[in-house]
């Protein structure tokens, strides 16, 4: 139950004389080029990363780009349903995806905790290896800094990536219309509640595994198919209030969303309940939201249920007519409130 | 003496409500909000950020493009000569030059402890903002996260980098050749020094500034006029040792150097000698190696000192003809001695 990383081939750095991450793996000299050699080299090994240089070289992969980042600091670095190594790949390959890119090269840069076990870096770094293959990315450039003991935690991770736009399409926030219809890929909440769980020890019914995957494919398909999207956005950090809040604003459109649409798992509902969230306040790490021209909504719909990551898609929205800018839920019992984004942080440090 | 953030304009932050970073800042609802548009879209604004999406979308500069990541976990943040966000700006535009192309887009991605002053942040992204600008790079996409106090160091930054190359030479190890001349762009050791001295609270004759500067003028320029450049890399961990062991495994070569060629300066010299530092194993900031065909040497050189930043510009050695790689250095006294990597860390944290 610890995530993706229950394959790991043995950790190539001789354990018994280095059970532990030191300062020196960060300081520029031999132990520092073992850990690169042995350890990152060895994991994440492709003719751009294997060319030893300070930045990778590579074509251009097609007429536009998109360029992205993300910093981990996630906490447990293992919890059900995934790892923040796994997670590190997935974040930013959907970041990519967001805008109607395929994701391609990834760097991974490391901030290591004196005192980390070895094991652990190995782990992480295996997991990541496994997260790029699944999201056919290639992890080709990077970096490794050490800091004392007690100035860091364990380990954060950030990741850049480039991926290559290959339509005209704009897809933006500046692109939604009145009229759009809001797509979700799948039920919301459980990365939040997976960390949760996990880190305060909840017991609930069964595990709660956390949602966190690579939303490419189910992009790209929807692209492939020509469906007319106009705006995406990944629903992490803020869940989907935040996503949608963001987007009215920089649409200056106004969105409505119907709770009685939104897939959340029973379970998921029933820890919400139980610890006072919202599951639309609640990150997700292999969800999104896609902004459709009406006439294009069922088909896109059709597509995305035929995905394995997208089976419980669901029509939960439409962008109205409006002069302002502004998101509001008609609740299941059919009153309309606002919904805003939290004020103040409600889930520390689940990404 | 605080590096080159002394200008800043007031922090857009209301500082007696939020003196500090709270943990809410990363949360993914309205402070995290506004600090995103009030500080960092006003430090940084450009047309690719001002779209506020996941990732920075933009036409493919060149047909061929580098991309490359560091993390930066210097300690003090500010230090004589420099701060951890001109540092990062530059270290990323330098490694993109290093590959020969001209650097264009960054990503910057902070990692902020709770606590942290709201001042620090703003003087950070101020001198990020002026580095970029120097340097002529855009930074398109960016991350926030914060850490709960104890569990960071003030602030960590990461920067990721694309440039576009404009020519079809391959610079890198893999093009060096027996009887390829080894120029270096300037006086070496400064960076590690300044860092140590204002750590250590330690006092020479006069103050050691960094010598943290992009050096991508100085490569263009040298693209630009045809010298035959076979490889470049920088100075940074490690310092000119670390770099030259790495090439000549890399490519296979033997290399030479001779330490009276060195450029040091006296009182990075004098400071080295009295802590027991050799200033070939020192991190710079501003300095690299490059790899030049014989017959090209002088001229490139000229070109070198023709530039502000390569004023002090020296040939400092030779590749060899030989059957396996390894370093040696040529002492003052002309005896011959391997110029190996350190083995542990002398300096931790210095980038």
Redesign the interface.
């Known amino acids: 139950m610890q995530g993706s990383s229950d394959f790991s081939p043995a950790c190539p750095i001789p354990l018994q004389q280095y059970p532990h991450v ?3 793996h ?8 073992q850990l690169l050699e042995q350890l990152f080299a060895t994991a994440f090994a492709n003719p751009l990363l294997d ?23 996630v906490r447990p670095l293992f919890f059900p349903g995934g790892d923040i190594g796994s997670m590190a790949v997935y974040g930013t390959v ?3 995806a ?2 109607g ?1 395929r994701p391609l ?1 990834l ?5 290591l905790e004196e005192g980390l076990p070895m094991e652990t870096l190995w782990r992480i770094v295996c997991s990541m290896q496994q997260a790029a293959r699944r999201a056919g990315v290639k992890i ?4 490794t ?4 003991k ?4 364990g380990l ?1 991770l ?1 990741t ?1 990536g ?2 290559g ?1 290959e339509h005209s399409r704009t897809i ?3 692109s939604v219309q009145p009229g759009d219809v809001l797509l979700v890929n799948g039920d919301l909440g459980r990365h939040g509640m997976a960390i949760l769980a996990v880190r305060e020890g909840l017991e609930f019914q069964c595990i709660i595994e956390s949602d966190s995957a690579p939303v490419a494919d189910l992009v790209l398909q929807l692209l492939r198919e020509n469906i007319e999207l106009h705006c ?3 629903l ?4 989907l209030a ?1 996503a949608l809040n ?1 987007i009215s604003e ?1 649409a200056c459109r106004q969105i409505l969303v119907e709770e009685k649409l939104i897939p959340v798992r029973e379970d998921v509902h029933a820890a919400c309940e139980m610890l006072g969230f919202d599951p639309l ?1 609640v ?1 997700c790490e292999g969800r999104f939201v896609a902004f459709v021209a009406p006439n294009d909504a069922e088909r896109a719909l059709a597509i995305l249920r035929s995905h394995p990551l997208g089976e419980q898609a669901a029509r939960v929205g439409i962008v109205r007519e409006a002069a302002s800018p502004g998101v509001s839920l008609k609740s299941s019992i059919g009153a309309h409130r606002i919904l ?10 689940i ?1």
Not at 107 to 111: G, L, T, V
Not at 340 to 349: C, N, T
């Open positions: 030191l300062l020196a960060g300081g520029g000299g031999k132990l520092m080029h060319r030893r240089h300070d930045s990778a070289v590579f074509e251009s992969p097609a007429p536009r780009l998109a360029f992205t980042t993300d910093s981990f600091v959907n970041d990519l967001m805008a890119a090269y760097s991974a840069s490391f901030i080709v450039t990077g970096d800094k050490v800091v004392d007690g100035k860091g935690d954060f950030n850049a480039i991926g736009i933006a926030p500046q995406l956005r990944d992490t950090r803020g869940g935040s963001e920089a306040h990150a805003d984004m939290l004020s103040g942080e409600q889930l520390p440090r990404c």
